[in-house]
């Protein structure tokens, strides 16, 4: 999240330009050939509109809907210049045997009218694109757009024209889809723009293309012929100028091997790179095809329509080393092998087959790190699924709270800025905290860059406490954060500013500020800049900060000492209130982490605190009457943004504007996929923080950004309301684990991952980390669920059957949560720990063993609520609920199992 306006940022985007790289552009000729006119074809169900110079795209319109184009037909002649790609285009790398260096040609570099081809048989119009290479390219190109059993289908045909065998190690077709936000509302943006999101799984591999709505159909992009999908490229040579309202195209490539030897050495790619050899005079045909789903949740239902392989990873494709994961296989053709790359970096254990014929295998996350699966089918055609091993959950939590307070705890008591003591910022790559940097926010301990490392050590709290690391957060609460971070007294009182570290050498020592940053531009706030209380995002994470010393010092002993839980339950009332009261122009939009203020307000009604409660409640539902104005009420202090809708979703469900919250739950799922691939699965779409949070800072596709897991929240709440829509509970599982995806083998939780191929690898910052592992705090769990074909699965814990019994071992970090679908009961822990839980299909009982008492636990605190209408009400067998709503339990020196007991009759 940036920490200025749209406009600003826009203007940050364009910095060191006289002019705006669009009216640079709209100087160039236009070279496409519009004055030549559009001509169009019906291939139900779409109108194909080519341009007939170039017969490249002008427009994909769904029949369905044809106000709407899947490409970015509203700036087609903006865009008809030399250099711009659209779809029809095709990049190559080639070279000969006796040559090192390889060949680059591309048809949009210089366009010229493209030599018509008679149609024949399935093509509905073919060109020589010989006019739009060199005249010395070695390749001839053709290019078909064909009806192929009711497809479109776009075909190109290599032919090598020289004496010499050619190897052609790059091979991409752009893919330019209306992804275009410029000068778009919230409502223009989600009526004409989409997002995609690739499967890069080789011939099982696929684009789709999602509305920002959510709704509709979906246009999937298919291999057809000889297109495995190898590797994903940014097409950063197209001069359509790149910023937060515009990610940029990529291109699906066939052939990676150029790149892999040059611009991606460095990286391993996601599939081996390949190349082919073209003999003299031979042919080498490629083709891709384009479908359409009727909706995101039919998107698998489709591709086995269309005969492509289908795989589904239970609970994903995050797999800790302690819980074996399921894999699922749908394809006409039987499988030959199933291999793992690193060979000992997943156990493949091949069980029965479903009752509908998918190939089920069992996954054993072995060796720490990225995997790959590799599944070749009896008919020659090989599927790719890339997996990341982690560590057990709660190991992974208990090594990155340990890194946050040891390498990124800083103490300095003569630091200027008031920082010490706290968790600060790191930079992993050079292992030093990051105490400053040119972007003032990354060093000052607010905003989402500077505080997400000492959210991230908060919230680790919240899951498994450790004595000495509370220990240090409260002195981080009340010496650095209260009365530093956090305006203590005065009108400003409870007021959250943006930063502590600032940039104003004319007025601090010499030598504060190091002479090799570069501290020019307007990311080096001065003080006033840094001290304003204007920017509402900063206020849930000092909320969090209160919330979680409330609640260790409710419900645990001894592990707070300095603050009384009625203090800190205070402070957050008081913090979420500033935020209206002091910051009120962005406090209009949805907050990343803003559940925390729902949770703020159950505990408020929980104690008793009914003024502070009913105040909180009424500042919140005017932000949500507003939202309910709004056709998408996703705005932020971004032009797009998927950090609001967190907030949005669950304020709306509280309220009752339940179809706003659909709206937001669809939005969700737009740009939140399901594909079988650990990086792409339930990573909500971010493709600028790299530049406010990050390191390598560039605009790109952010791999497990914070989104992921906030985002989650929601998905998972709606799960829980509706168990069976098995959909949400895989996107959101997919989302919450996404939090811990990136985390290191030594405990560093870094920005994202980034997911260009010159990189693929994490950011070197901690920036705004901590902001979606809040999301697993607070959202994560255990989830039992019964499918009609795949059986009982469990997700995030390891389950067995005896008889009518259906236990699951809990291997979530805080062990605290567990979902029983078929009864819709939702059962959450203030303190202690679950170990298992068992259900008995039969009686609909429940059993739940506790783990034995520990020093700070000396008695657990459970609720139970039921999420979904089942004709029962469950109580915990021999105990009643205090005025808290929670079962308070005596822990045993050894674990105690309960019984949790319907007392209505199971319909």
């Not at 490629?286 to 086995?304: G, K, N, W, Y």
Request: proline share 6%; aromatic share 12%.
């Amino acid at each position: 999240m940036a920490s200025l306006s749209a406009a600003l940022i826009t203007l940050f985007a364009y910095t060191g330009f006289a002019q705006s790289p669009w009216e640079r552009i709209a100087q160039r000729p236009s070279t496409l050939g519009l004055e030549h006119g559009i001509t169009v074809f019906t291939v139900a169900p779409f109108e194909l509109q080519l341009v007939k110079s170039s017969q490249t795209v002008a427009g994909l319109v769904p029949l369905a809907d044809t106000a709407f184009d899947y490409t970015p037909d509203e700036r087609l002649e903006a865009r008809a210049k030399d250099g711009l790609y659209h779809l029809g285009d095709i990049n190559f790398r080639i070279r000969t045997g006796e040559q090192a260096a390889w060949q680059s040609y591309s048809t949009a570099s210089k366009r010229a009218p493209v030599i018509p081809l008679v149609a024949v048989g399935q093509n509905l119009v073919g060109a020589d694109l010989g006019p739009t290479l060199p005249a010395d390219a070695p390749l001839s190109v053709k290019r078909f757009w064909q009806s192929v059993n009711g497809n479109l289908v776009l075909r190109f045909e290599l032919t090598n024209k020289t004496a010499n065998a050619l190897e052609i190690g790059s091979l991409g077709i752009p893919m330019i889809f209306n992804n275009i936000l410029q000068d778009k509302s919230l409502d223009e943006a989600h009526a004409d723009n989409v997002f995609f999101d690739p499967y890069i799984g080789q011939d099982a591999g696929y684009l789709q293309v999602n509305r920002l709505h959510g709704e509709g159909p979906v246009l999937l992009v298919l291999p057809h012929e000889n297109a495995p999908f190898e590797a994903y490229s940014p097409l950063n040579d197209d001069p359509t100028p790149r910023s937060i309202v515009f990610e940029g195209f990529h291109e699906w490539m066939i052939h990676s091997k150029a790149h892999a030897e040059t611009g991606w050495k460095d990286a391993a790619q996601w599939n081996a790179p390949t190349s082919s050899i073209l003999q003299p005079g031979e042919t080498k045909s490629v083709a891709l095809r384009f479908v359409l789903a009727p909706s995101i949740r039919q998107i698998e239902e489709t591709l086995a329509e269309q005969k492509r392989p289908v795989a589904i990873g239970i609970p994903g494709y995050v797999v800790p080393q302690d819980v074996p994961a399921k894999l699922f296989l749908q394809y006409p053709n039987d499988v030959k092998s199933v291999e793992s790359y690193p060979a000992d970096a997943l156990g493949i254990k091949k069980s029965d087959q479903t009752k509908n014929g998918r190939k089920t295998y069992e996954i054993e996350g072995k060796q720490w790190g990225r995997a790959r699966l590799t599944i070749t089918y009896t008919d020659g055609l090989r599927q790719t699924i890339n997996y990341k091993v982690i560590k057990p959950e709660k190991d992974a939590v208990a090594d990155l709270g340990h890194f946050l307070t040891t390498q990124q705890w800083y103490e300095d008591n003569n630091d200027l800025f008031g920082r010490s003591p706290s968790v600060i910022n790191y930079d992993y790559e050079t292992k030093k905290q990051l105490t400053q940097e040119s972007r003032a926010w990354f060093a000052g301990l607010s905003d989402e860059a500077g505080a997400g490392s000492w959210l991230a050590a908060i919230m680790k709290q919240v899951l498994r406490p450790d004595k000495e690391e509370v220990d240090k957060l409260q002195r981080f609460v009340n010496e650095t954060l209260w009365g530093g971070i956090q305006y203590a007294d005065g009108e400003l009182k409870y007021a959250v500013k943006k930063s502590l570290f600032y940039y104003e050498p004319d007025s601090m020592p010499a030598g504060t500020y190091s002479d090799t940053i570069n501290y020019r531009g307007w990311a080096a706030w001065k003080k006033k800049e840094a001290n304003s209380p204007g920017r509402s995002y900063n206020y849930p994470h000092v909320t969090a900060a209160h919330w979680m010393m409330y609640r260790l010092a409710r419900n645990y002993t001894g592990l707070v000492t300095e603050t009384p839980w009625q203090t800190s339950l205070e402070r957050a009332y008081h913090t979420a209130m500033a935020m209206v009261k002091h910051a009120p122009h962005y406090a209009q939009f949805g907050q990343m982490e803003g559940s925390i203020f729902l949770l703020v307000l159950n505990d408020l009604k929980t104690e008793g605190y009914t003024d502070m409660a009913n105040q909180l409640e009424a500042a919140m539902r005017t932000r949500a009457e507003h939202w309910h104005t709004l056709a998408y009420p996703f705005g932020s202090e971004m032009p797009w943004d998927s950090t609001g809708q967190e907030e949005v979703y669950l304020w709306s469900r509280y309220f009752g504007f339940d179809e706003k919250a659909m709206v937001t739950l669809n939005a969700i799922l737009a740009y939140m996929p399901t594909v079988p691939h650990w990086g792409y699965n339930g990573s909500a779409r971010r493709y600028w923080d790299f530049v406010y949070g990050g390191k390598l800072s560039r605009i790109e596709r952010q791999l497990h950004h914070y989104g992921s897991a906030l985002n989650a929240i929601p998905v998972l709440t709606q799960y829980r309301d509706n168990p069976d829509d098995f959909h949400l509970l895989r996107v959101g599982h997919a989302g919450a684990l996404g939090a811990l995806a990136n985390i290191t083998q030594d405990g560093f939780g870094p920005a994202a991952f980034h997911s260009y191929p010159s990189t693929l690898a994490i950011d070197g910052y901690a920036g705004d980390y901590g902001c979606g592992f809040y999301g697993y705090a607070v959202n994560s769990g255990t989830y039992m669920v019964k499918h009609p074909e795949f059986g009982w699965l469990a997700f995030s814990g390891i389950l067995k059957q005896r008889g009518n019994w259906v236990t699951t071992k809990v291997t979530t970090a805080a062990q605290s949560r567990v979902f029983i679908a078929p009864i819709g009961l939702w059962i959450t822990m203030d303190a202690g720990l679950i170990d298992e839980v068992a259900y008995n299909e039969k009686t609909a009982e429940v059993r739940i063993t506790l783990a034995k008492a520990a020093t700070h636990v000396p008695s657990a605190y459970l609720r139970l609520e039921q999420t979904a209408q089942t004709g029962s009400h469950y109580a915990l067998n021999g105990y009643k609920e205090n005025e808290q709503g929670q079962y308070v339990i005596p822990l045993q020196p050894k674990q105690q199992t309960l019984a949790i007991m319907p007392n209505e009759p199971v319909l």
